[in-house]
């Protein structure tokens, strides 16, 4: 049972001022089983992001569809939940109302909702924080929040797009910690964009490679570590051996795309 | 040592604030008292206060301040509750902006005050027509800037917002308004401080009560003391509203100043 099927999706952005048109994303194909963490692993350029964005209906594909459970993807809605790079809690709400966002549009009861913004607030351990504003966390806790806003909807499909890239290392390795704990409790569609290989390997049930100019997906490789997975594991021989040759494979992406722009 | 961008204590703020109200009164003192200036052309601060004090208690100037400060209101109010929301929509749907965006720059410059003469034509000398100017002045400036400021919506906001389940009026309610509302009520202050120009103009010409109908009067008895009275009173009217804005501000937007 494939739950998210991308078909032939491709992207291609017009020229700028008379320029060539520039190809995002050839035409790709990927399925997603239903409980599955896939990581999207590629160096800058190579179309992740995009692939990641047309999969939530924010940027149309110029050839192929995505379907989800059957249905076509037309555009965003709440059953793609999805957290962004850069900061994207609603300023103007605390805590528990950006968590509430997605419960109020869809007209849940004020008990459900409330019931919910616990849950999550506990998932995230971010306890005694509710009523603050964004502005007064830190950039950790910030997507604390908006992973939590994003599985407060119960989306079929957790979307990620570098969440933690702006992260500090330490912050970093906790919230993947945090992040697979959720995951390996409830076990929920993710697609993970991110160019850290030990990110990559880490949280990710299998990883997608892709390489640059123009953007393909190049590998697909099963990461076959057991869970529950605990931070220690990265420096363990099996762990080493898999970013070993990811290490490789990027690095010639990385060098290749870099010598062309 | 004053070094870039170092801040100062809140005593030593107001004590800057005031010091600098003492030196242009000393300053007017000395033109003044010091003969270096004719009585005729400018009034000593003395004289002003007692000028002052002379319309507040035998000329019913009270009724004045009054009426000048309704027909601000009035026809602030009256603007703002067209061009805010024309403003939004403007700013959120880019056909209704293309539709309204090239005239309402145009209108913008068309200066308030050369439609006095006008106004009165259509409307007399009465309230509507005092209301009219500064609608005018007001309306077209506050639908610009709002517009700006909706168009300026944090992009990966609205996507958000998009992902959560939100529809288009959806993002319209809850991210283009509630993030544009900080800046909007600025803009509102900014334009508040404008009507008081237009206000005066409108009672320069064909007026019977109000500040500016007092300061035109004056002029005609070379009261200057009473002139400058009348152009202080605005200048403390428009410094009390503008802290109270501002107090507003802070307690409607607390996210903001957290």
């Known amino acids: 049972m494939s739950a998210l099927l991308v078909s032939g999706v491709g992207r291609v952005f017009p020229g700028v001022r008379g320029g060539r048109p520039v190809t995002a994303l050839q035409p790709t194909d990927l399925s997603v089983p239903s409980d599955d963490f896939v990581t999207i692993l590629g160096p800058s350029g190579c179309g992740k992001s995009t692939l990641l964005r047309i999969v939530a209906g924010l940027d149309r594909p110029t050839t192929g569809t995505v379907t989800l459970d059957g249905r076509p993807v037309r555009g965003p809605g709440p059953d793609r939940g999805m957290v962004f790079q850069s900061y994207t809690l609603f300023p103007w709400l605390t805590v528990e109302d950006n968590i509430g966002f997605g419960l109020r549009e869809k007209g849940a009861s004020a008990a459900e909702t409330r019931e919910t913004i616990a849950y999550y607030v506990d998932q995230v351990g971010l306890k005694g924080f509710e009523k603050h504003w964004p502005k007064q966390l830190s950039g950790g806790m910030q997507q604390r929040t908006a992973i939590a806003r994003a599985l407060a909807n119960d989306p079929k499909i957790l979307l990620l797009d570098e969440p933690f890239g702006a992260l500090d290392n330490q912050t970093r390795g906790l919230m993947q910690e945090l992040l697979l704990g959720i995951w390996e409790r409830r076990h929920k569609m993710v697609l993970f964009v991110t160019h850290d290989i030990e990110e990559a390997i880490f949280v990710g049930s299998r990883i997608v490679t892709m390489s640059a100019r123009p953007g393909r997906i190049k590998s697909i490789i099963p990461v076959d570590l057991p869970h529950p997975r605990h931070y220690t594991l990265k420096s363990s021989p099996e762990f080493s051996a898999l970013r070993a040759r990811l290490t490789e494979e990027i690095r010639s992406e990385a060098i290749r795309a870099d010598s062309e722009a | ?258």
């Open chain 2, 1 to 258: 040592m004053i070094r870039p961008f170092q801040p100062v204590s809140a005593r030593a703020r107001v004590a800057l604030g005031l010091s600098f109200f003492a030196l242009f009164v000393a300053v007017w003192s000395l033109a003044t008292f010091g003969g270096f200036v004719s009585r005729t052309f400018l009034a000593d601060p003395l004289t002003m206060l007692a000028d002052g004090w002379f319309l507040l208690s035998r000329q019913d100037f009270l009724f004045d301040i009054g009426m000048t400060v309704w027909r601000v209101v009035g026809g602030f109010v009256l603007a703002a509750v067209f061009a805010v929301p024309i403003g939004i929509l403007m700013g959120a749907y880019k056909p209704v902006e293309a539709l309204l965006e090239p005239f309402v720059s145009f209108s913008r410059y068309l200066p308030a005050s050369a439609f006095v003469p006008l106004l009165i034509l259509w409307a007399g000398i009465g309230e509507t027509q005092k209301l009219l100017v500064i609608f005018i002045g007001s309306f077209f400036q506050i639908v610009l800037m709002v517009a700006g400021t909706v168009g300026a919506t944090r992009q990966d906001l609205v996507e958000a917002a998009y992902t959560l389940g939100a529809r288009d009026r959806g993002v319209v309610a809850r991210v283009v308004i509630p993030s544009g509302a900080p800046d909007i009520a600025e803009i509102l202050r900014l334009v508040l401080g404008w009507a008081w120009t237009y206000v005066i103009v409108a009672e320069l010409i064909g007026a019977s009560s109000g500040i500016g109908y007092m300061i035109i009067n004056s002029q005609a008895l070379m009261a200057t003391g009473q002139i400058i009275f009348g152009i202080i009173v605005i200048g403390l009217i428009g410094l009390v509203t503008d802290v109270l804005f501002k107090a507003l501000n802070h307690r409607l937007f607390a996210w903001r100043f957290a």
